[in-house]
């Protein structure tokens, strides 16, 4: 059953490369403006996957001009981990630092285990299988969250 939108979203994996900014765009594609709504990563030591990229792309969400950034970049751009009302991780590591990072606040925190597309696949076609998998997980999540 879906639940009411929060006002401040932040979607987190690891590189803040694939799979949060995947989840940061679908996420402003379908509920627009009603959300504040933004992504991070533990590091910021990749730039934006070209297969996230084409993936989104399939499905009418822009990607191209995401720049990655962590935690501490997220922070010293204005963006305070305090500020969100829902902090969604995309992978376990990420979840473990968030819960490290958050354990003073009162944030909800979630868990969506989404598969890591990077690195899977032989060639071209297998490799796009492999990142529409997971932006299908995250569309998944998103409509039985919130509809």
């Excluded at 501490?72 to 902090?87: A, C, P, R």
């Amino acid at each position: 059953m879906a639940s009411d939108l929060p006002q401040s979203i932040l979607f987190c994996c690891d590189h803040n490369a694939v799979r949060s900014p995947m989840a940061e765009a679908i996420c402003k594609k379908f509920y627009g403006e009603d959300a504040y709504v933004q992504s991070a990563g533990i590091k910021n030591d990749l730039e934006i996957d070209g297969f996230a990229i084409a993936v989104c792309a399939e499905i009418g969400v822009e990607l191209s001009r995401h720049r990655t950034r962590s935690f501490e970049e997220m922070e010293k751009l204005g963006d305070q981990l305090s500020s969100f009302d829902l902090i969604v991780a995309l992978t376990p590591a990420s979840f473990g630092r968030i819960e490290d990072l958050t354990r003073f606040y009162h944030i909800d925190l979630e868990f969506w285990p989404i598969d890591d597309p990077s690195g899977k696949g032989e060639g071209r076609d297998d490799k796009l299988a492999a990142y529409r998998k997971a932006r299908d997980q995250i569309v998944a999540h998103l409509r039985q969250r919130w509809g």
